[in-house]
T-cell receptor, first 114, second 114 residues
Framework: ELKVEQNPLFLSMQEGKNYTIYCNYS?????LYWYRQDPGKSLESLFV?????AVKQEGRLMASLDTKARLSTLHITAAVHDLSATYFC??????????????FGKGTHLIIQP | DTAVSQTPKYLVTQMGNDKSIKCEQN?????MYWYKQDSKKFLKIMFS???????INETVPNRFSPKSPDKAHLNLHINSLELGDSAVYFC?????????????FGSGTRLTVV
């Protein structure tokens, strides 16, 4: 059974600081996704990582994937209050046959204080 | 607007009732999913359909029955609602079973069983 672990689950940080959220998963997969969720809202796609060594950046967020270590990171640079949200990593696959859907981590609740 | 749309957005109902949630996507995707997000914000896949055919049926009570009349629609019918069914239900879609372009989520249906 595919397991996805995120840490930390809760993070309070100050504006201007840098931090990294980690996502470990238990089985071979090269498809990993990061989502943002604001309270009461849907899941907004941030990054789609489809190969070992993939690195993507959007604004103050950068995500990477190491399939050999089964690890993805979401790095926040010079955090601003608007980035406060819950961030989920999710891994696709289990059977390898497709349409397996996503297995999600428990989410990282990020609060960025002025 | 191209999107995954769900109706209703909110649903409050009594135990024992039967209710349906509808999902439609106009993205030209061929694979659709239902996810459940519980009160702790944990997300878990329930079902996936590819071109109207059921691919995944996770450990979900028989009271839940998905129906896909065509590849643009995936509805969820729930019989004999229980208090534990209270959650937010998200519909999602992908292009292709390998989801190389990521998943698009609907806005969610908040179901409250009283």
């Amino acid at each position: 059974e595919l397991k996805v672990e995120q840490n930390p689950l809760f993070l309070s940080m100050q504006e201007g600081k840098n931090y990294t959220i980690y996502c470990n998963y238990s089985t071979t997969s090269d498809r990993l996704y990061w989502y943002r969720q604001d309270p009461g809202k849907s899941l907004e796609s941030l990054f789609v990582l489809l190969s070992n060594g993939a690195v993507k950046q959007e604004g103050r967020l950068m995500a990477s994937l190491d399939t050999k270590a089964r690890l993805s990171t979401l790095h926040i640079t010079a955090a601003v209050h608007d980035l406060s949200a819950t961030y989920f990593c999710a891994v696709d696959g289990g059977s390898g046959g497709g349409a397996d859907g996503l297995t999600f981590g428990k989410g990282t609740h990020l609060i960025i204080q002025p | 607007d191209t999107a995954v749309s769900q109706t209703p957005k909110y649903l409050v109902t009594q135990m024992g009732n039967d209710k349906s949630i509808k999902c439609e996507q106009n993205l030209g995707h061929d694979t659709m999913y239902w996810y459940k997000q519980d009160s702790k914000k944990f997300l878990k896949i329930m079902f996936s359909y590819n071109n109207k055919e059921l691919i995944i049926n996770e450990t979900v009570p028989n009271r839940f029955s998905p129906k896909s009349p065509d590849k643009a629609h995936l509805n969820l019918h729930i019989n004999s609602l229980e208090l534990g069914d209270s959650a937010v239900y998200f519909c999602a879609s992908t292009l292709g079973i390998l989801a190389n372009y990521g998943y698009t989520f609907g806005s969610g249906t908040r179901l409250t069983v009283v």
